[in-house]
């Protein structure tokens, strides 16, 4: 997936190790992922894979309505992969020891948007703003202690 062009990386540091960020993040896109819209929105734009699925806890094959974890490193990078009939895009999540109970936590988007609809999609999610102020929520919360 690292062939599709990139849209945007979104990075945060998080006053918690890598084991503790890693926990955040898994239950962050678990609970971001998992949500009752999600799965509408998988239907109406028909994506690949549109259910809940795999193993839980996560692990490579996990699925959620519009994503699929195609790579896992406990503790260190998490890769989703997904498609609609608009778009075919990748997330990757990315975290880095600082040192002293710190860590950086990157999420990195690539895309392709395809066709005349592709180009409009990307207007509607990308351009306005809606996919990152997505991102930085979602990285948001798995900077806060829970």
Same mark, same amino acid.
């Given at each position: 997936?690292?062939?599709?062009?990139?849209?945007?990386?979104?990075?945060?540091?998080?006053?918690?190790?890598? %084991?503790?960020?890693?926990?955040?993040?898994?239950?962050?896109?678990?609970? /971001?992922? /998992?949500?009752?819209?999600? +799965?509408?929105?998988?239907?109406?734009?028909?994506?690949?894979?549109?259910?809940?699925?795999?193993?839980?806890?996560?692990?490579?094959?996990?699925?959620?309505?519009?994503? =699929?974890?195609?790579?896992?490193?406990?503790? $260190? %990078?998490?890769?989703?992969?997904?498609?609609?009939?608009?778009?075919?895009?990748?997330?990757?999540? $990315?975290? %880095?020891?600082?040192?002293?109970?710190? /860590? $950086?936590? =990157?999420?990195?988007?690539?895309?392709?948007?395809?066709?005349?609809?592709?180009?409009?999609?990307?207007?509607?999610?990308? /351009?306005?703003?809606?996919? +990152?102020?997505?991102?930085?929520?979602?990285?948001?919360?798995?900077? $806060?202690?829970?």
């Amino acid at each position: 997936m690292s062939t599709l062009p990139f849209v945007d990386e979104h990075t945060t540091v998080v006053d918690a190790g890598v %084991e503790e960020t890693w926990r955040r993040l898994c239950a962050g896109v678990e609970r /971001s992922l /998992s949500q009752v819209g999600g +799965a509408r929105y998988a239907r109406l734009v028909r994506t690949d894979p549109r259910a809940a699925g795999g193993p839980r806890p996560l692990a490579e094959g996990s699925a959620f309505p519009g994503f =699929r974890v195609a790579g896992f490193v406990p503790g $260190r %990078e998490m890769a989703l992969r997904g498609r609609h009939r608009f778009s075919t895009y990748s997330l990757v999540f $990315r975290i %880095e020891d600082l040192g002293d109970g710190r /860590s $950086r936590l =990157r999420a990195e988007t690539r895309a392709a948007f395809p066709g005349a609809a592709g180009r409009v999609y990307r207007l509607l999610v990308i /351009s306005s703003g809606g996919h +990152a102020f997505g991102m930085r929520r979602l990285l948001a919360s798995c900077s $806060r202690a829970s």
